[in-house]
């Protein structure tokens, strides 16, 4: 487990991207899986003002680690954001875009993007394995769409799964431990005071940590991207 702090926002997204421009050059397809919610639409906004020449963007190959069960065109969609504060800015094919149909019921959704999964990312150990995987953390510790009132989910043996809000009760098509552990490497991008205790209990393993599903985030390779008030309790 590495941990990279940082000032502030800009210059966490500036450590992204410059791991994107990398990451593009040494692979002629680089398989992505993206989070949702807040965080990333600063990092977003950033990396298509400053990185629009520095990234080889036809490389990059998107799909997201758990998307609300809402239309594309939603406030709530998780593509709809990055298509907002990303795609829209950038030379990036549709054809390298696989999101999640949220339009679908949720069922048919998670066995719909199952498939997509299944059919368009290269697998190691039988499973589809993501170049790079982003996720985020909630204040209670949740990562993807895994809540801790449906930990169980996790362990599930598809790639997607459907799971619910605590609190809306929305509905979400998640992945799963199955093919967050598989990623070749998992960064989570985690910012804001609100995540410091958390950060903390997840990365020191204190307490109760277990019951977190940011805890169960395991792959060969994993980054903790931190602005410093989310690394304040470290
Ligand atoms: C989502 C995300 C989710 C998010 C965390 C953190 O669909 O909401 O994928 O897992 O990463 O909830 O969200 P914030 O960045 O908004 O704090």
Redesign the pocket.
């Known amino acids: 487990m590495e941990i990279e702090i940082f000032e502030n926002k800009k210059e966490l997204a500036r450590y992204f991207g410059d791991m994107l421009v990398d990451m593009a050059r040494s692979k002629e397809r680089v398989y992505i899986a993206l ?6 639409k600063v990092i977003f906004d950033i990396l298509a003002e400053e990185y629009r020449q520095k990234i080889d963007w036809k490389s990059l190959v998107f799909f ?5 069960c809402v239309a594309p065109d939603d406030a709530e969609s ?1 593509y709809g954001m990055t298509k907002r504060h990303l795609f829209s800015k950038l030379p990036i094919e549709n054809s390298n875009i696989f999101r999640v149909k949220g339009e679908m019921e949720a069922e048919l959704a998670a066995a719909d993007y199952s498939a997509i999964i299944d059919g368009e990312v290269p697998k190691e150990n039988g499973t589809a394995r993501f170049d790079l995987m982003i ?5 209670d510790g ?4 895994i809540f801790p009132h449906q930990i169980d989910l996790w362990q599930s043996d598809s790639l997607c799964e459907v799971a619910t809000h605590p609190e809306s009760g929305q509905k ?1 098509i998640t992945l799963t431990g199955k093919v967050i552990n598989n990623s070749a490497r998992v960064v989570f ?4 005071s ?2 410091a205790e958390k950060v903390d209990e997840i990365i020191n393993s204190k307490g109760s940590f277990k019951k977190y599903p940011a805890a169960l985030v395991a792959p060969d390779n994993l980054l903790w991207m931190l602005d410093k008030e989310a690394a304040s309790s470290l």
């Open positions: 989070s949702g919610g807040s965080t990333p997201w680690g758990d998307e609300r998780n996720l985020g953390m909630g204040d949740h990562t993807a769409s979400r991008l985690v910012t804001g609100s995540k």
